[in-house]
């Protein structure tokens, strides 16, 4: 829509900017904000950027006057933004095993059936990303240089850094800890649908990921019955975490904040920070009161504390120093020459 031809265009609205498939890696590469910036320079029009978790280089923009910004500081009709509940994983292991739902998430999904409401289960797909992490004390190995997580490749078994190519050889005792709790990190959607199929036999449950919507419709017809209430829990991507308006959804569960946090990529953070707010404003858009629970490793990471309270501020201040102090976007400009 971006490069359609309109004659006297005089404005432009591009909502949710921070959106990363706005991205398009294919040839020709562009970023849409980017070419809606230069459209409205060339046609002397106006560009609106819509987001409740803007991107840092927007953001940024309008710190420093290059942009306007405005603020919507309250919900329509001044509803509540849901309770966020940070979980603790690290204190829900039944021996070496790991769980894929935490005590409180079972407890809450049992309530939100039993009242006959509905609940959305989130699973970031890209947390098959292999990373070295302790179920004991959260620890996950990143690289020295870049401070991103390592990524396990099975072929060399060595952890790769995917930005300065750092190597490392894969510890036996977590090096935070030294307890031997060390293990490779990677739970996908069709898992969290067989155990909650196994908790909740009784209840009607649907998965919306790549995977299930390859047929045509099939997303549709998902959402479809999720709204008419023919579905008690939905399970997905992130394709489930924006935009869709279920007033019936009181509870929203995040599988795991981590996957999105450890992905090799300087934006993990903020990326992280998105996808939880952007979740959370999925439950409680109706009359029921909302709820959310996050289950993660690191508790303490300020992405997801700043998340809990719903302040993009806080997030913003902490994650520009270290933008700042890397010398990474907004502060420079990345180039990939790819051969």
């Known amino acids: 829509a971006v490069f359609s031809p309109a004659k006297n265009l005089g404005l432009i609205v591009l909502d949710e900017e921070h959106e990363t498939s ?17 459209r409205i320079e060339l046609e002397n029009a106006l560009l609106v950027l819509g987001s409740a978790t803007p991107s840092l280089e927007t953001f940024h923009d309008s710190e ?27 204190r829900q292991r039944e021996g070496k095993k790991e769980r894929i739902f935490s005590t409180s998430l079972e407890a809450a999904i049992r309530e939100t059936l039993f009242k006959k409401e509905q609940a959305m289960l989130l699973l970031n797909r890209r947390g098959f990303s292999t990373y070295l992490h302790c179920a004991s004390c959260g620890y996950v190995m990143t690289c020295p240089n870049c401070r991103i997580s390592l990524a396990y490749h099975f072929d060399t078994a060595q952890l ?9 050889i894969p510890q036996r005792l977590c090096p935070g800890c030294q307890k031997n709790y060390l293990h490779y990190f990677g739970t996908g959607t069709q898992k969290v649908e067989q155990e909650a199929k196994r908790l909740f036999p009784d209840a009607r449950i649907a998965r919306m ?23 008690d829990i939905l399970i997905g991507t992130q394709m489930i975490a924006k935009g869709h308006d279920c007033p019936n959804v009181s509870l929203i569960g995040v599988i795991s904040a981590d996957t999105a946090l450890h992905i090799p990529d300087f934006r993990a953070s903020e990326r992280t920070f998105d996808l939880l707010t952007q979740v959370a404003g999925r439950a409680g858009r109706g009359s029921v009161p909302g709820k959310v629970l996050i289950q993660t490793f690191v508790p303490h990471h300020y992405s997801i504390e700043r998340a809990k309270e719903h302040d993009f501020c806080g997030f913003y201040a902490k994650e520009i120093a270290i933008r700042r102090e890397l010398a990474m976007p907004p502060f420079s400009h990345l180039v990939r020459i790819v051969v």
């Open 22 to 38: 706005y991205k398009q890696d294919e040839t020709p590469r562009y970023h849409a904000r980017e070419v809606a910036r230069k």
């Open 64 to 90: 420093t006057g290059r942009a306007l910004r405005l603020e919507l500081p309250a919900r329509i009709e001044n509803r509540p933004l849901p309770v966020v509940e940070i979980v603790d994983m690290r």
């Open 160 to 168: 790769l850094c995917h930005v300065c190519h750092h190597e490392a």
């Open 209 to 231: 990921d790549t995977d299930s919507t390859l047929r045509k419709d099939a997303h549709e017809n998902i959402l479809r019955a999720f709204k008419k209430h023919e579905l």
